[in-house]
Nanobody
Framework: QVQLVESGGGLVQSGESLRLSCAASGSISRLSVMGWYRQAAGKERELVATISNTTTNYADSAKSRFTISRNDNTVYLQMNDLKPEDTAVYYC??????????????WGRGTQVTVSS
């Protein structure tokens, strides 16, 4: 099992920055991908960014403004030039493949990011 705990959300004004952190504990050695997703009110959860040992991947809305990084058991999301449309609950995700090569996903409880105009 893997446990994920997010931190760093809050209320900021448009154009400001935030850094989200997600600390993983438990069976972290087999995690192959970690990332961030977000869900705005009334919308479906969407990918923000992911990171593996070899690559990073960003949603179009996050490119040039957000940076994902990982240090051991913690994944970060640096968010710059925040916009009101970035307002959402941000969820940390971690995943690995099981013996059938199927993805096993773990989720944090989420941290609220609110950007005022």
């Amino acid at each position: 099992q893997v446990q994920l705990v997010e931190s760093g959300g809050g209320l900021v004004q448009s154009g400001e920055s935030l850094r989200l952190s997600c600390a993983a504990s438990g069976s972290i050695s087999r995690l192959s991908v970690m990332g961030w997703y977000r869900q705005a009110a009334g919308k479906e959860r969407e990918l923000v960014a992911t990171i593996s040992n070899t690559t990073t991947n960003y949603a179009d809305s996050a490119k040039s403004r957000f940076t994902i990084s990982r240090n051991d058991n913690t994944v970060y999301l640096q968010m710059n030039d925040l916009k009101p449309e970035d307002t959402a609950v941000y969820y940390c995700n971690a995943r690995h493949r099981d013996w059938r090569r199927l993805w096993i996903d773990y989720w944090g409880r989420g941290t609220q990011v609110t950007v005022s105009s």
